[in-house]
T-cell receptor, first 111, second 114 residues
Framework: GQQLNQSPQSMFIQEGEDVSMNCTSS?????WLWYKQDPGEGPVLLIALYKAGELTSNGRLTAQFGITRKDSFLNISASIPSDVGIYFC???????????FGTGTSLTVIP | DGGITQSPKYLFRKEGQNVTLSCEQN?????MYWYRQDPGQGLRLIYYSQIVNDFQKGDIAEGYSVSREKKESFPLTVTSAQKNPTAFYLC?????????????FGEGSRLTVL
């Protein structure tokens, strides 16, 4: 199945810095989802996006649904140590019930 | 408590043995999924079910089997035919209808073959 291109693969940042990551697809999606996963745990849904151009926030997290419907961005502002983990995107096409996933961005926050 | 319950969280298996991973949900979602997660790779779909008594193969179904006799339950059996079964397995459910909704995950089951 299709895998989404997610970048960067890893990030090492200082506490308090902002973080940006993105996903791109060769296909159009109707829904973009962003998750955070801690080691040995299941992914937790952070933000869901449903419309092209939509900008949605969840606390310090902001995500955008790209205008072309082939990309999405996640920003984390003022990072804190508990932001450490793996973030990944998922896209759902409008033709079915299958999701496609990015390979993840590993975030390390240095206190 | 609502959500998706996977069990066991950790499982060890000898080569040649079949094992079954449980997934139970009380979210009243129709669609359920099984994914496999390996280090450095994205999630890969094993099987999914959109409705009771119906399921479809995903990208890596070989060596796995499922059943969907009840809406709440979608167990995954890892058979001895699966050549490299050591992995982290995730069950998920989807809200909404076809082409829309959000995907929710269980806490995962880690299978190790000795």
């Amino acid at each position: 199945g299709q895998q989404l291109n997610q970048s960067p693969q890893s990030m090492f940042i200082q506490e308090g810095e902002d973080v940006s990551m993105n996903c791109t697809s060769s296909s159009i999606f109707n829904t973009w989802l962003w998750y955070k996963q801690d080691p040995g745990e299941g992914p937790v849904l952070l933000i869901a996006l449903y419309k092209a151009g939509e900008l949605t926030s969840n606390g310090r997290l902001t995500a955008q649904f790209g205008i072309t419907r082939k990309d999405s961005f996640l920003n984390i502002s003022a990072s804190i140590p508990s932001d450490v983990g793996i973030y990944f995107c998922a896209g759902l096409s409008n033709t079915g019930n299958q999701f496609y996933f990015g390979t993840g961005t590993s975030l390390t926050v240095i206190p | 408590d609502g959500g998706i319950t996977q069990s066991p969280k950790y499982l060890f298996r000898k080569e040649g043995q079949n094992v079954t991973l449980s997934c139970e949900q009380n979210l009243n979602h129709d669609a359920m999924y099984w994914y496999r997660q390996d280090p450095g790779q994205g999630l890969r779909l094993i099987y999914y079910s959109q409705i009771v008594n119906d399921f479809q193969k995903g990208d890596i179904a070989e060596g796995y089997s499922v059943s969907r006799e009840k809406k709440e339950s979608f167990p995954l059996t890892v058979t001895s035919a699966q050549k490299n079964p050591t992995a982290f397995y995730l069950c998920a459910t989807k809200s909404g209808g076809a082409g829309t909704g959000e995907l929710f995950f269980g806490e995962g089951s880690r299978l190790t073959v000795l």
